[in-house]
């Protein structure tokens, strides 16, 4: 029998009419009114995002010339997008492998930064960049040389995730 039982909500007679709810957001949103805006003027004032921000993936080249990456396959197989393509080919060097084949597609990347933080070489670093437009799909697939970079210009990131770790 206790299921029959009807429940009531105690509201005010105020409550229920709803007036003071709608006098609060009313008086939120003429404070947010009158309160500076803060606007970018976008193509002519570049953004400089910190050291945190994750932009677009890339491939840090050392510099010699020689690149980081030992084609382990990791960024790969921890992409949750399926955007990065490794192919492995051996070298006669101390390095034993190299990225033959080193593919992101940047329309499957979600910008997530596994693949930054699964590297055991810190190879591949999100960067700073943010601009990203595209024609056509192939020019969103990103191979070896659109995606190497200098040590120097990612210094910053690589800095501030050697203190993250």
Known sequence: ????????????????????????????????????SFTMEYPEVKFEPPASYRGRPVLVQEEAGSERCVACGLCSRVCPALAIEVQAAETESEKERYPEKFEINMLRCIFCGLCEEVCPEEAIIMSKDYELAFTNREDAIYDKSKLHVPVDSVQDRINFLRQAK
């Not at 029998?1 to 105020?14: A, E, H, I, V």
């Not at 003071?20 to 500076?36: A, C, D, H, R, Y």
């Open 1 to 36: 029998m206790s299921g029959n039982k009807k429940r009531l909500k105690d509201l005010s007679f105020l409550q229920r009419i709803y007036i003071p709810e709608i006098v609060k957001g009313l008086n939120q949103t003429l404070q947010s009114m009158f309160q500076p």
